[in-house]
């Protein structure tokens, strides 16, 4: 094993990062009415807007090149 | 009956074989070409019907063909995708803008190999940035997204050129409130061959022209008869005597033979095509004969090539 993959696992083996990231927000798309909404891993499923508990996650940044045929 | 006339009976079709056959022992190729005509006879901005007579099928149909897979024009190939949040799957979305015409000048623009990089003298850019959303009073705005959200963005040396999708009311695809579409479209010159977004033409089709004799005079209610028999009213009355008047309606259903006591003789001429162009749009059909005939050429003129140098082979 080489020494940046241990140094990676240590890392993420603390458990204060995993606390942090338990917090972290991440954002989501409503099914329902597209808005976007920030959740960390303990709130509840809702869209703020409108209720709706189907989210898409977001597209990554960068795009993607497809050929048009 | 005539040699050059296909005959049509009610269960088959006699003397089809073509006059000019090599082994038939016929005139030579420049001789068919010296007696050709070519006659436009109905011209529009989109479709065009031409006769051309005294050529055969091989010529005929190596002209279709081209026509429709080798004339180049300018088609969609590469979307950078950078949103779709809409319902239709990116591929799906790809695949729907390429075959979008898009009205460019073909021969203002060079083939893109895979080194080359997308520039001005190989590509067209557009961009494509759409959201839909839902206004204060309920309404929504960018339900639909059309080809007309296509906007051109020049790029260099392209500043005095006319670009655009032919139509602007094409339905790329549909939105719901918060949706969003982002991409950049590139668009490449092309042949109907590698992909039929490429092809100038709806359709481009031949048909023989047909000929319709009456054996025998009608008249009277015999003659009333056999103008109602024909859906394609082909045929009228003129002085009490049934005539046929639109020879080239006929749609060779048959229908005027069933009733033997008409005595109509039913034919087609072989070497009289009636040919229909329908663009896409993005060249004239006169042009895309024009393309169609000059590559004809062309491929004739490499097999003199390919000729020249077997015969200037030694055999081993
Ligand atoms: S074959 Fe059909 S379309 Fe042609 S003349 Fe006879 S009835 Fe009319
Ligand atoms: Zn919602």
């Known amino acids: 094993m080489g020494d940046t993959e241990r140094s990676l696992l240590s890392k993420s083996d603390e458990p204060s990062s995993l606390g942090i990231m338990n917090m972290k927000k991440v954002s989501y798309i409503c099914g329902w009415c597209g808005k976007e909404n920030e959740f960390t891993s303990r709130d509840e499923l809702n869209c703020i807007g409108c209720g709706y508990r189907i989210f898409y996650k977001k597209r990554l940044a960068g795009g993607a090149q497809y050929e048009a045929r | ?316």
């Open chain 2, 1 to 316: 009956m005539d040699v050059n006339m296909a005959q049509l009976k009610s269960h088959t079709l006699e003397n089809t074989q073509t006059i000019e056959h090599p082994s038939s022992g016929g005139k030579a190729l420049s001789d068919i070409f010296d007696n050709l005509t070519l006659e436009i006879i109905e011209e529009n901005p989109d479709d065009m019907i031409i006769d051309i007579k005294g050529i055969e099928a091989p010529l005929a149909n190596a002209l279709r063909r081209i026509m429709i897979s080798e004339v180049p024009t300018m088609a969609i190939e590469d979307v950078d995708l950078y949103q779709n949040t809409s319902v239709i799957p990116d591929e799906v979305l790809a695949h729907r803008l390429g075959l979008i015409p898009i009205y460019a000048e073909p021969e203002k623009f060079k083939y893109k190999t895979q080194e080359d990089s997308h520039n001005g003298e190989n590509s067209i850019l557009f961009k494509l940035h759409v959201k839909c959303i839902r206004l204060q009073d309920k309404s929504i705005q960018n339900e639909n997204v059309y080809s007309r959200d296509l906007i051109w963005s020049p790029l260099p040396g392209q500043e005095k050129m006319h670009i655009a999708p032919v139509h602007s009311d094409i339905l790329i695809a549909k939105l719901g409130p918060g949706q969003e579409i982002e991409a950049e479209l590139w668009c490449e010159k092309g042949i109907g061959a590698t992909h039929t977004k490429w092809s100038p033409v709806c359709t481009a089709s031949y048909r023989l022209m047909p000929s319709i004799t009456l054996s025998q005079i009608l008249k009277g209610e015999n003659a009333k008869a056999l103008k109602r028999k024909c859906q394609a009213k082909v045929f009228d009355i003129e002085d009490g005597k049934a005539i046929v008047a639109n020879m080239r309606d006929c749609t060779s259903c048959r229908e005027c033979l069933r009733d033997e006591n008409f005595g109509v003789v039913l034919g087609k001429v072989k070497d009289h095509f009636i040919f229909s162009i329908e663009s896409t749009g993005i060249l004239k059909p006169r042009r895309i004969l024009r393309d169609a005939i000059l590559i004809l050429k062309k491929k004739a003129r490499d097999w003199i090539d390919i000729i020249n140098v077997y015969k200037h082979t030694p055999k081993s």
